[in-house]
C-alpha cells in the first residue's frame, strides 16, 4: 500500500521552529517529486517548497522565503520541511505530496507547485503558531 505520513508538527511560539518529517511506504521517493502544502481554516491548499526527484528546489510560497528550507534523503525515503522564524500566519494542516513527471517538469520550468500534479498525499499533520 502506498503510503506518506507526516509528522513533526505541534504548538510553537512565533519566532520558534519546527521540522517537518514525511516518510513514505510501499513506494520509493527517488522517482518522485516531492511537496510540502498547507491549509489553514477556509483558505485553499497553498504549495509552500517543491522539491523535483533529482533534489532541485523552489520556493514557492513567497512568505516562506528565508524562513522554510526543504530536504530529502532518499536512503531513507524520506523529506524535510525545515521551519524557522515562524509566524502566527503559519498556522495550517501541512501536507506532504509525491507527483510524478508532470510534478517534476512543472518545478523545473516554471517553478511551481500545483496540489493537482501530486498523486499521493498524506494525512496532515497540524502547525499552530501562538503564544
Known amino acids: 500500500q502506498l503510503q506518506l505520513v507526516e509528522s513533526g508538527g505541534g504548538l510553537v511560539q512565533p519566532g520558534g521552529s519546527l521540522r517537518l518529517t514525511c516518510v513514505a511506504s510501499?513506494?520509493?521517493?527517488?522517482?518522485?517529486?516531492i511537496g510540502w502544502f498547507r491549509q489553514a481554516p477556509g483558505k485553499e491548499r497553498e504549495g509552500v517548497l517543491c522539491?523535483?526527484?533529482?533534489?532541485?528546489?523552489?520556493n514557492y510560497a513567497d512568505s516562506v522565503k528565508g524562513r522554510f528550507t526543504i530536504s530529502r534523503d532518499n536512503t531513507k525515503n524520506r523529506v524535510y520541511l525545515q521551519m524557522n522564524s515562524l509566524k502566527p500566519e503559519d498556522t495550517a494542516v501541512y501536507y506532504c505530496?509525491?507527483?510524478?513527471?508532470?510534478?517534476?517538469?512543472?518545478?523545473?520550468?516554471?517553478?511551481?507547485?500545483?496540489?493537482?500534479?501530486?498523486?499521493?498525499w498524506g494525512p496532515g499533520t497540524q502547525v499552530t503558531v501562538s503564544s
Open positions: 505530496a509525491a507527483g510524478g513527471p508532470v510534478a517534476d517538469r512543472i518545478i523545473r520550468d516554471q517553478s511551481m507547485c500545483v496540489p493537482m500534479n501530486y498523486d499521493y
Open positions: 510501499g513506494f520509493t521517493l527517488d522517482y518522485y517529486a
Open positions: 522539491i523535483t526527484s533529482s533534489g532541485g528546489s523552489t
